[in-house]
């Protein structure tokens, strides 16, 4: 009985043998022996047998009708979650679809930026060598002699005209 149990276990719930009924005359032939000697020769064992098939009823099919229906359903189960995976599937094809696009927009945007980069440092550079010549021109201009302007002497402000 337990390898019974086991068997059905692996099977998700259905006996695999005789088209997934499982009766007393089922068990008698997984036995070795005929119904009626467990019947007549083993009554404990024969009592025992049906409580089991009775406890097994309440969650498993026991007559092939059953079976067909359990197997049925668990049919249309795999065909739901089959369904559902495909749709998943499609939303994240979708999604990433949609990421590979922005993944590319953003490349062309780095180049873009890569390339005004380079700009900048080009006229970073030329600012640096201009700064450089006017530092120079500076320097030598430093060694003439400077005059300083009078500073008491006051400096004529051109006056705006009134707007009377």
Not at 47 to 55: D, F, L, N, T
Not at 69 to 96: F, G, I, N
Not at 142 to 158: G, N, T
Request: a neutral charge.
């Amino acid at each position: 009985m337990a390898t019974i149990e086991e068997e059905m276990r692996s099977n998700e719930g259905i006996y695999p043998h005789n088209g997934g009924s499982l009766s007393r005359a089922e068990l008698s032939r997984r036995l070795a022996l005929d119904e009626s000697t467990i019947r007549k020769n083993h009554k404990p064992l024969y009592e025992a047998i049906k409580v089991w098939i009775a406890g097994l009823s309440n969650g498993s099919p026991t007559n092939k009708t059953q079976a067909r229906r359990s197997e049925t359903e668990r049919a249309a189960a795999w065909k739901q979650q089959y369904q559902d995976l495909l749709a998943s599937y499609h939303v994240h094809e979708l999604d990433w679809q949609e990421m590979t696009a922005e993944l590319s927009d953003t490349r062309v945007k780095l180049n873009v930026v890569k390339a005004e980069m380079a700009d900048i440092k080009v006229r970073f550079t030329e600012l640096n060598e201009e700064n450089a010549r006017l530092r120079a021109a500076l320097a030598q201009a430093s060694l003439r002699k400077v005059v300083s302007l009078d500073k008491h002497r006051p400096i004529p402000l051109a006056v705006p005209p009134s707007m009377d």
